[in-house]
């Protein structure tokens, strides 16, 4: 068999390395000639390296375990999907993995500029392939997935049966992609400081790249939190695990920069920072894939031992030198054009955003690496766990509620007090109304209250947005109401899109609030034929159930729930005994029912010979409005994608009345 | 012509450019204020098996985190009363752990494990919280399972 897949990385490293220093030379002397070779080879490269990666999922789907790789993660009853999901898995596999999809983001991005941006693309080539040249490095030199075990054994190790699960076919690739995406728009930050055109153009060319790789990595993060709470069986979503932090930073700093590129284009200012913004949040996936992948921050002893991990840190180390030496080169040219002139505008308001997002970065950053800073420095590990993170984080993101709401309603540059305190009026009695509506429900603790009314008062204010504008466009046109939303939204996409999904976001905190204050755990022992009575919920256990199938054997723990005499579906937690895995314990099979918002979610810890099950039962309310949040989410940036509408002419009889810009 | 009004608008621009520079730099602070003083509230020491010996049950009212591979044959589960009792061990150092509330699927003799709890003066480790490595993602080296 021949070994196509080292040979194809060996070649796709030797592309990219040409690659980077053709484009490179061709742009410094003026060489279109190098420009173009550079830039055919970052083709080459990404050809080659999907080659290797159709080498390495050929070798998992006809299980050939000559290689260490294919041994380590499938088996023979292993079935075709999470063979071929494997891929993405393993250490070297999911490096591998990280260098397809960027060769393929690279591709497009390329070809979508073929004839744009000319004086930039050469040295964003250069950068994006330098990126594939130290993961191809990685992966032909230090942590090969072709690595061979002669002789082949029979049969592999198998996928283990915790990971054999639907979620992990998409929750990985979609987070390992998310932090990947982040360089292209380095790339081009490093084209527009080599080359010095740091006006609009940059920012022009990477707001979609941007927006992709945001929508990406937060979908990949959600996936995570759903596959947390629906397999792992702790009764949560979120566990501020270093794995979770390193991979939610980029993603806070993304959020950052998409706003704050906002008062780039329209003010001219916060140059010097959204390049800041950008760099850091590629050095943060980076970071992220490392952290992901390695284990570094999880266990005690492992960095020295990490093979892969004195490459990454010197990597970031020069990413780091690299773009902050190009960044102080041309910090003159980065001067802004404008200031902020006062406290009450929206540049302002997108500012202080700034400001607690990289507040939020600091402290989640801080959180996860205090035990490697201390271990340095006073030879002791000290960690610090979820209550830390949601005290630092809690006021926070309070705070970025809060100003969701404050922003829409300032005007740029500055901020008439009047008119700006009569645009505050209704969203502040509509959130008012609502806390008196929570004040009745019978939530009276100052936190969640808090929280939620913030949550209304961010409704209040997009609401009042969306009818101010169809109202100003009805005042000049005949059209119905709906038919004005939609034309609305059209003709100001990226302003509603934004406004969709802030939406989402507050969907998903109410959720949050919902589930963090309000949650309920019991631990019961029941037997046959016992009931027990939850928060308000009846569940009688029949007795064990057991099922054979030619996978597994499964345990259940047949639950029949009803409420104030209404019944509900029956649950059934369970244990799961996978065929080829008996020495494994079995896994988990949650139990979640969603009654009116609140999740009623079971686990069976255990079942006795005696028929006994011990249950632990979670009432998580609201969760179920985090994962609706997605959908909204992705919605919104779906708004915000689309391509801007034409000018459109219209020939005017008379001239129309002003119209206020705020109204619009 | 630079006229003495232009310059003096100039000046308070710069002023208030200062301001809010200023403004934003006590922002930060007292982001970094906030999480110095809850590190400081909520700091836990991680700990090795032989540092936690070491320790014994000095300052046994700080929680501190341990960290150590799950002895075969050391497992026992009281169902009923949702309790685990195993040893785990690391760089020759063992320490029995007294555990109760919901088990990771993994958990199992041979796995690497982190706890959080307190070393009792019955010489167990009372733990509350039970977390494990999930094997297929790391393939760093683990502590060693100590030979005793």
């Known amino acids: 068999m021949t070994p196509l897949g080292p040979i194809a990385l060996l070649a796709a490293l030797v592309a990219a390395l040409y690659g980077a220093f053709a484009s490179i030379a061709g742009a410094r002397r003026g060489v279109s000639a190098f420009i173009v070779s550079g830039r055919r080879s970052a083709f080459a490269a990404c050809f080659f390296i999907l080659l290797g990666a159709a080498s390495l999922l050929y070798a998992l789907y006809t299980r050939d375990f000559s290689y260490a790789y294919v041994a380590q993660h499938t088996s023979l009853t292993t079935p075709w999907f999470y063979r071929l999901s494997s891929f993405y898995s393993g250490q070297q596999g999911s490096l591998l993995y990280w260098s397809t999809a960027l060769s393929i983001f690279a591709a497009v991005a390329l070809t979508q500029n073929r004839r744009r941006h000319s004086e930039l693309m050469p040295y964003v080539t250069a950068a994006i392939m330098g990126v594939e040249t130290f993961f191809l490095f990685i992966l032909v030199f230090v942590a090969s997935p072709f690595a061979r075990v002669l002789p082949a054994p029979a049969d592999g190790q198998g996928l283990n049966p915790l990971l054999q699960d639907p979620g992990m076919l998409i929750h990985p690739p979609m987070l390992l992609a998310g932090l990947m995406s982040w360089t292209i728009p380095f790339a081009f930050v490093v084209g527009a400081l080599a080359t010095g055109r740091l006006g609009e153009e940059w920012i022009q060319a990477t707001r979609r790249y941007a927006l992709v790789a945001w929508c990406i990595l937060g979908t990949g993060n959600l996936l995570g939190a759903w596959w947390s709470y629906h397999v792992l069986g702790w009764g949560g979503y979120w566990g501020w695990d270093p794995v979770e932090n390193a991979a939610i930073m980029p993603w806070f700093v993304g959020t950052a920069y998409l706003h704050s590129v906002m008062v780039q284009e329209r003010r001219g200012m916060l140059k010097v920072w959204n390049v800041g913004l950008l760099i850091l949040a590629f050095c943060l996936s980076i970071f992220g894939t490392f952290v992901v992948r390695s284990g570094i921050l999880t266990s005690v002893h492992s960095f020295a031992q990490s093979s892969i991990g004195p490459f990454f840190f010197v990597f970031l180390l020069l990413v780091l030198a690299l773009s902050v030496g190009l960044l102080y080169w041309r910090m003159p040219t980065l001067q802004s054009e404008n200031g902020i002139e006062s406290a009450m505008s929206r540049e302002a308001a997108f500012l202080l955003n700034n400001l607690l997002f990289i507040g939020l970065v600091f402290a989640i950053f801080w959180g996860t690496v205090l035990p490697l800073l201390t271990d340095a420095v006073r030879g002791v590990q000290i960690t610090v766990g979820a209550p830390f993170f949601n005290q630092v984080n809690g006021p926070i993101a309070l705070a970025l509620l809060l100003l969701m709401g404050i922003g829409p309603l300032l005007p740029w540059r500055r901020g008439d007090r009047q008119r700006v305190g009569q645009s505050f009026i209704a969203p502040v009695a509509g959130s008012a109304v609502c806390a008196c509506l929570l004040w009745l429900l019978g939530i009276r603790e100052i936190l969640p209250l808090g929280g939620l009314t913030a949550c209304a008062f961010v409704v209040s204010s997009i609401v009042v947005e969306f009818l101010n504008g169809v109202r100003a466009r009805r005042r000049h046109s005949s059209e119905g109401v709906v038919l004005a939303l939609g034309r609305l939204i059209r003709r100001n996409n990226r302003r509603y899109g934004g406004y969709v999904v802030h939406l989402a976001i507050v969907l998903i905190g109410v959720g949050i609030i919902g589930s963090s204050f309000y949650k309920t755990e019991d631990m019961v022992v029941l037997s046959p034929g016992q009931s027990a009575k939850v928060q308000g919920f009846n569940l009688s256990f029949g007795s064990l159930q057991r099922t054979a199938t030619p996978d597994a054997l499964t345990v259940a723990a047949p639950l029949s729930v009803t409420r104030d005499g209404t019944t509900y579906p029956t649950l059934y937690p369970s244990k799961v005994t996978h065929r080829n895995f008996e020495d494994q314990p079995p896994t988990t099979g949650v139990a979640i029912d969603t009654i009116q918002l609140n999740d009623l979610y079971v686990v069976l810890t255990d079942y006795g010979t005696d028929g006994r099950a011990s249950l632990l039962i979670w009432i998580n309310p609201l969760v179920s409005l985090i994962w609706a949040g997605g959908p909204l989410l992705l919605l919104g940036f779906l708004v915000c994608l689309w391509p801007e509408p034409r000018p459109r002419q219209r020939t005017v009889a008379a001239p129309l009345e002003p119209v206020m810009s705020h109204e619009l | ?148």
């Open chain 2, 1 to 148: 012509m630079d006229t003495g009004v232009g310059r003096e608008f100039r000046r308070r621009g710069v002023r208030r450019q200062r301001r809010f520079l200023v403004a934003g730099c006590v922002l930060l602070v007292g982001v970094a204020y906030l999480a110095f003083t809850v590190t400081k509230a909520s700091a836990v020491y991680y700990l090795t098996v032989p540092e936690l010996e070491a320790r014994g049950t000095s300052g046994a009212q700080r929680s501190v985190r341990v960290s150590g591979v799950v002895d075969a044959g050391s497992v026992e589960r009281d169902p009923s009363q949702f309790v685990t009792r195993f040893t785990a061990s690391d760089t020759g150092g063992t320490v029995p752990v007294i555990y109760k509330g919901p088990v990771p699927d993994i958990f199992q003799p041979g796995i690497q494990v982190v706890v959080e709890g307190r070393l009792g003066t019955d010489g167990i480790f009372h733990a509350d919280t039970l977390l494990t490595k999930c094997p297929a993602h790391f393939q760093a080296a683990t502590p060693v399972a100590g030979a005793r």
